[in-house]
């Protein structure tokens, strides 16, 4: 028999189609079989109950909405008696292939969120009467706390501790039932596989699986493979890796944070004025091999652009970090003051944008400064003594 635990995204995905719809009916008899068993997370389960009704429908009909909309807004435009188009079209105006077109993108709307509700009532099906629910025991969360204190993935993003305990306790079950075969699956490589390829299993979290004998999959196709060869297609896996790229979701913290609600974050390109000035080192100056290894973890790049985007339900502006990619909400009273990236630290500053006269907002990592040690303003490297700012360093020079 081999266990298997999904994040909810990747329940999400089955049950909206971005994995094929077999996988799920192929789970569901597999585990009547008792070919597979179905580990299930109580985190896992009230995440699911709480957005399956919202979050797999709104955003599996989200582009058919979108398109049904604009031909509406293009047949009203059409049919409209005072529009101009009027008088070039004339009164043989045909929209008939218009209304045709709108009938049968809403037939299909309908038969969409018909299999998604049959899709949603098996899950439903498997999570009541088949699956073996883990429970979060206390030493998973004093787990988890230590993982984020070291910043150890799943730990690359900001409110990562829900999938700390999901993995955790599914790894906590495996190896105290010392099971032999298991896999765990997730579409969020942002926290659990390496920044460079999205592909490998984070480094921080490779000993965690060999030592509970256990595997990790980007998607349940990829690990139905492994168990039954060619299950899945070779152009299906491709496909469904490229919908994963469209599917990894960002989420809206705000909205996570203050409502409980799962909403999408849509991002783009924007200029970023990175000001830090980075000096380069005196050759002729020995070298201690410290200051080497201190180089080496200085981030001396300078950034042109970041992905900025806003929340599809509530408009809270969000931007990825240009060094270590965390994802990063701009709350209200965070607009002209100092920013600091959730994950590494980095200091940004975001000056608000004027919806009236459309400007954009404008992202700038400012030049790095050092407090004073005396009073507590910042300062300019080079307007620096020994931590102390000159004002400070004379009064201190006069008073002894």
Known sequence: MIYIALDTNTWIYLANGTEP?????????????????????????????KHKNGTVKKESLKSFN??????????????DKDNALRFLLGDKSDKVELKELINKFKERKNEIENVIEENIQIIDEIFRTNAIVINIADHIYVKAGKF???????????????????????LDYIKSHSIESSMFISYNTKDFCENDDKKSLHSDLVHEFTDSNSHFYKTLSEGFNKIKKDFISKEELNLIEYLQKDYEPYYCEVCNEMHNRLNHVSYHKHDLIDERVFTENDKSQLKFEFDEEVEQHLDKQKYSSIEVGSCDWCNTEHFI????????????????????????????????????????????????????????????????????????????????
Not at 42 to 47: G, L
């Open 21 to 49: 719809a077999r996988l799920l009916h192929q789970i569901r008899q597999q585990v009547i079989t008792s070919e597979i068993a179905v580990l299930l997370p109580t985190i896992v389960k009230d995440e699911w109950d």
């Open 66 to 79: 979108n398109s049904l909309k604009d031909i509406e807004k293009t047949l009203k435009h059409l049919g």
């Open 148 to 170: 984020a204190l070291e910043k150890k993935a799943p730990f690359g993003m900001k409110n990562s501790f829900a999938d700390a305990l999901i993995v955790f306790s599914f």
């Open 321 to 400: 970090c240009v060094k270590c990619c965390t994802q990063n909400a701009v709350w209200e009273h965070e607009y002209d003051d100092k920013k600091e990236c959730e994950g590494c630290g980095l200091s940004y500053k975001i000056e608000p944008y004027d919806y009236h006269e459309g400007s954009q907002p404008s992202y700038i990592i400012p030049k790095e400064t050092i407090t004073c040690e005396k009073c507590g303003n910042e300062y300019n490297e080079e307007d620096i003594i020994e931590n102390l700012c000159m004002k400070c360093e004379d009064e201190y020079s006069y008073d002894n």
